[in-house]
């Protein structure tokens, strides 16, 4: 049996495992520390806001996101209805309730024209809009020169979950910093990883100053433990800092892998009818996931033949995110749909795309899909 080829593996090396020993020599084992204090510096300063506050996920830094910008219990908060399930959960932490919107089909990033539609429909019934949060999928950020006055003109805060687009950026502006607030995510798969980890970026300081109380459980400034609200045990711990200040120092490196391998599948795909590269347009991408959609009309076949090829191989591909429209957790849930969503869970398929591949992995992934390619009708030559 072959060694499975994972869709996005963690890229740490050598610098990883020296600033970790650092970390752990200085003896700043506990959640505080340089690391923590140094990281939080480097990724503010990176994505270009006034400040950071590192916490345990991606997850938890939306949560004191929405938190932040006064998102209450019973608010509408508009979320894109393809995204990872985290982006609706941080909502529910709060009493507050998603509406869901669909996406551009070409990018699969949130339709700004259906959101504009979706405000209007919701303050003339009267409902209170705590946020609006835009979501950057597989790399790409949101058309936010568009989003940016849309938002704008409905009084709604902008949170921006930049959790898998860490080092892109729209129109020159990084991602992260589009937002009243801004969340990353250092999850084990994203660009780059502190095992597991987020962090919450923004210009107002009062609002870092207050997630970082909620996130130390709202401990108050005194020498017993004092509390007068509940707070959540949301901080970094320095040693996973230390791996993100290594990795961040590669992160441009890291970008630059995963760009070549998705360049390899745009030549190895062009010639083939029907199959296109999701945002293939996006030079500013951080090229996260590389995602085919599949018309199986003109091409012959479907996504999930591809899939089932590359898994006898031991390669391991991915369905996009199932909507959340569709998820039973969210059965009846208001929603704003085109059926664009719902037609790239069913033709999309995610490959693998990690900067931790190696070449032959990568000359091994690219033969099993041109022996598929090969094999279908009108295929190129074996």
């Known amino acids: 049996m072959s060694q499975t080829i994972h869709l996005s593996p963690p ?3 050598p610098l990883e495992e020296s600033y970790l020993v650092a970390a752990l020599r200085s003896g700043w084992v506990a959640p505080a520390g340089p690391d923590l204090q140094a990281f ?3 990724i503010a300063e990176r994505v270009g806001t006034g400040g950071a506050v590192a916490v345990s996920s991606g997850t938890a830094a939306l949560h004191l996101a ?4 006064g998102v209450t219990p019973g608010d509408v908060v508009i979320v894109p209805t393809l995204t990872f399930v985290a982006t609706a959960n941080a909502v529910h932490y709060i009493g507050a309730r998603p509406v869901f919107v669909d996406c551009d089909p070409r990018t699969g ?6 959101t504009a539609d979706l405000l209007r429909r919701l303050r003339s019934r009267g409902e209170r809009v705590g946020a609006i949060v835009p979501v950057d999928m597989f790399g790409s950020c949101v058309d936010y020169l568009s989003l940016v006055p849309v938002c704008a003109e409905a009084e709604a805060p902008l949170v921006e979950d930049a959790a898998e687009a860490l080092g892109a950026s729209h129109r020159g502006k990084p991602a992260g910093s589009f937002g009243h607030a801004g969340v990353l995510s250092f999850n084990g798969n994203k660009i780059m990883t502190t095992s597991g980890g987020g962090m919450l970026v923004s210009d107002d300081v009062a609002l870092l100053d207050r997630a970082r109380h909620l996130s130390t459980q709202a401990r108050e400034p005194a020498r017993h433990y004092e509390h007068r609200e509940t707070g959540y045990n949301y901080r970094l711990s320095n040693l996973l800092a230390a791996l993100g200040r290594a990795q961040l120092l590669r992160l441009d490196e890291m970008i630059a892998r995963r760009r070549q391998l998705r360049d390899h599948y745009a030549k190895l795909f062009a010639p083939v009818p029907g199959v296109q590269l999701l945002g293939a347009e996006d030079t500013e991408s951080n090229c996260w996931l590389t995602v085919i959609t599949v018309e199986r009309e003109r091409c012959g076949w479907q996504a999930d033949d591809l899939a089932a090829h590359l898994a006898e191989r031991d390669i391991e ?3 996009v995110w199932k909507p959340m429209h569709l998820q039973p957790m969210h059965a009846g849930a208001e929603s704003l749909l085109s059926g664009a969503a719902e037609r790239l869970f069913a033709d999309g398929l995610t490959l693998p795309s990690g900067s931790a591949l190696t070449e032959p992995q990568i000359a091994r992934v690219l033969a099993a899909i041109d022996e598929f390619l090969a094999a279908r009708p009108g295929g190129p030559a074996a």
Do not use: A
């Open 11 to 13: 890229d740490v090396g």
């Open 40 to 42: 939080e510096h480097d």
């Open 66 to 69: 929405l938190l932040g910008v």
């Open 109 to 114: 990033n949130l339709d700004v024209d259906l």
């Open 317 to 319: 591909t991915r369905p």
